[in-house]
T-cell receptor
């Protein structure tokens, strides 16, 4: 079974440019998460979807970040405009449901470098 | 505010030795405590997890010890192998939502 797929794997952009990340969750997984992982730190939740609905976006910087999950499958995360401090790894994860003990399966991440 | 505190930041163990990573939390609403393993260039992967009504859980060479009164839990890796070299994250999940709160991670190096 294929795992969580993310693209691109690496992205280098100039500051103030837009950037988008794509995630394809494990087939049948209704819950999708976007995490931010800074160097040497644990992942931090940005947004969580239950199907198409964003049920927790409290940590998403809405002035520059946006996300969507059309049709409740694939998801995109966008940053516009990017800032130097956005350089990090953006991880996508999915789980079968949203319960406390549901295992979250992570993709390999997109490593973003903003110059 | 760091809700889950993890130590040490890095750990070097000889092959065959025991690796011990410690975590502490404050929020008593946490009701599930997973450990994740992350290799370079990969996403974190669930290693083992425990509920607070259990004091210990063992899966192969990996054991979680949980002390509810002290709000502390730890991961023990017995007979550590070079292939165990990775970054380990403890995490806590608050009741009601599957929201993972991660510790800062421990970089483990197992030397042959």
């Amino acid at each position: 079974e294929a795992g969580v797929v993310q693209s691109p794997r690496y992205k280098i952009i100039e500051k103030k440019q837009p950037v988008a990340f794509w995630c394809n969750p494990i087939s049948g997984h209704n819950t999708l998460y976007w995490y931010l992982q800074n160097l040497g730190q644990g992942p931090e939740l940005l947004i969580r979807y239950e199907n198409e609905e964003a049920v927790d976006d409290s940590q998403l910087p809405k002035d520059r970040f946006s996300a969507e999950r059309l049709k409740g499958v694939d998801s995109t995360l966008k940053i516009q405009p990017a800032e130097l401090g956005d350089s990090a790894v953006y991880l996508c994860a999915s789980s079968l449901g949203g319960g406390t003990q549901e295992t979250q399966y992570f993709g390999p991440g997109t490593r973003l470098l903003v110059l | 505010q760091q809700q889950v505190k993890q130590s040490p930041q890095s750990l070097i163990v000889q092959k065959g030795g025991i690796s011990i990573i410690n975590c502490a939390y404050e929020n008593t609403a946490f009701d599930y405590f997973p450990w994740y393993q992350q290799f370079p260039g990969k996403g974190p992967a669930l290693l083992i997890a425990i509920r607070p009504d259990v004091s210990e859980k063992k899966e192969g060479r990996f054991t979680i010890s949980f002390n509810k009164s002290a709000k502390q839990f730890s991961l023990h890796i017995m007979d550590s192998q070079p292939g165990d070299s990775a970054t380990y994250f403890c995490a806590a999940v608050s009741g009601g939502y599957n929201k993972l709160i991660f510790g800062a991670g421990t970089r483990l190096a197992v030397h042959p």
